[in-house]
């Protein structure tokens, strides 16, 4: 495992626990619904039916395709009611990863890791994707995706201070970090609002952005 960040990329301008900035539950989705279903389209096409599917840092929804079911989907995140409101998840747990970034699961149990709009809170990347590919089976897939909306307060200094690309590249590194995983394929779709229209004042939807990658080993 390579230590891509230094101390002061791993920052974030409200250093409190996690866990008190989660601790009320929000029942709202974080990016619109041009991204939520770019990104179920993309679950559809890349998830197996019937597999295990690690959804991580997940709240109150999974925009999991709802005609494809799955074996098992384990959740995590920060905010019990939240992780109890969706109806995707079999079981789940609470967990701050950036204390303990060591997740209760067995080794090779996992077809599948999600991780949507969150992978800029993480402050130890390197130590997370080792636990990622560890939980993973041979074979198993990740998708990593993530627009440009963030807790800004939240998010380490590494991406906040980064542009739209550099956080792609940001993330395609976390992979590059951790033997065994094969090189990651981006999958990049900007607002689908014709120009004109942003011109005239109306706000483009939220850029998409997935990194995916496999474990080869």
Do not use: C
């Amino acid at each position: 495992m390579n230590m891509l960040l230094n101390p002061n990329q791993r920052e974030k301008l409200d250093p409190t626990d996690d866990k008190l900035f989660y601790d009320q539950p929000r029942f709202v989705t974080h990016v619109d619904t041009g991204f939520i279903q770019q990104l179920t389209d993309l679950y559809r096409d890349r998830l197996k039916p019937n597999s295990r599917i690690f959804d991580m840092m997940s709240s109150w929804v999974s925009h999991l395709p709802d005609d494809v079911q799955f074996e098992h989907i384990e959740g995590h995140g920060l905010n019990a009611a939240e992780l109890a409101r969706n109806p995707r998840l079999n079981h789940y747990f609470v967990q701050n990863l950036n204390l303990d970034p060591k997740f209760p699961l067995p080794d090779q149990s996992f077809d599948a890791v999600l991780n949507t709009v969150s992978v800029q809170y993480v402050q130890y990347p390197e130590a997370i994707f080792t636990e990622i590919h560890r939980v993973l089976k041979p074979g198993g897939i990740v998708i990593i995706s993530f627009s440009n909306r963030m807790f800004y307060q939240k998010a380490i200094a590494a991406w906040r201070d980064g542009s739209e690309r550099d956080r792609v590249e940001l993330v395609k590194n976390y992979f590059k970090a951790v033997p065994g995983f094969s090189a990651p394929e981006v999958i990049i779709k900007q607002s689908q609002i014709p120009p004109v229209f942003q011109m005239l004042g109306m706000g483009g939807g939220d850029p998409f952005y997935a990194v995916i990658a496999s474990r080869v080993e």
